[in-house]
C-alpha cells in the first residue's frame, strides 16, 4: 500500500509543481489514544497513553507518501530508515 502512496504522492507532485529538485520528507509519528477493551496492537506509550501509534512521511508540499499503523508502544523513530530508502528509491 505503501508502494502505491509513494507513485501517487510523486505524480501529484509532479502535476502541482512540475520538476522542483528540492525534496524534503518530513517523518512523523503521532500516538492515536484508544477507549476500547479489545483492541489488536494497543499498548501503553511513553506518556502513558493508551493507544495505537502511526508513522507518517510528508513532503514539503504536504503530499503524504507513507502510513503505517503500529503498536502503541513502539519507539518514535523506529522504521524510519526504511521509510526514507523507500521512498528516495523511487525518486531516483
Given at each position: 500500500?505503501?508502494?502505491?502512496f509513494i507513485f501517487t504522492a510523486l505524480k501529484l507532485r509532479e502535476k502541482a509543481h512540475g520538476k522542483v529538485r528540492d525534496f524534503i520528507l518530513d517523518i512523523d509519528s503521532t500516538d492515536h489514544e484508544q477507549y476500547g477493551k479489545k483492541?489488536?496492537?494497543?499498548a501503553y506509550n511513553y506518556k502513558n497513553h493508551w493507544c495505537l501509534d502511526s508513522l507518517q512521511a510528508f513532503d514539503q508540499f504536504g503530499f503524504q507518501y507513507w502510513m503505517d499503523v503500529r503498536?502503541?508502544?513502539t519507539y518514535t523513530s523506529n522504521d524510519a530508515p526504511r521509510v526514507i530508502e523507500r521512498v528516495f528509491h523511487q525518486i531516483a
Amino acid at each position: 500500500m505503501n508502494d502505491v502512496f509513494i507513485f501517487t504522492a510523486l505524480k501529484l507532485r509532479e502535476k502541482a509543481h512540475g520538476k522542483v529538485r528540492d525534496f524534503i520528507l518530513d517523518i512523523d509519528s503521532t500516538d492515536h489514544e484508544q477507549y476500547g477493551k479489545k483492541i489488536e496492537g494497543v499498548a501503553y506509550n511513553y506518556k502513558n497513553h493508551w493507544c495505537l501509534d502511526s508513522l507518517q512521511a510528508f513532503d514539503q508540499f504536504g503530499f503524504q507518501y507513507w502510513m503505517d499503523v503500529r503498536p502503541g508502544n513502539t519507539y518514535t523513530s523506529n522504521d524510519a530508515p526504511r521509510v526514507i530508502e523507500r521512498v528516495f528509491h523511487q525518486i531516483a
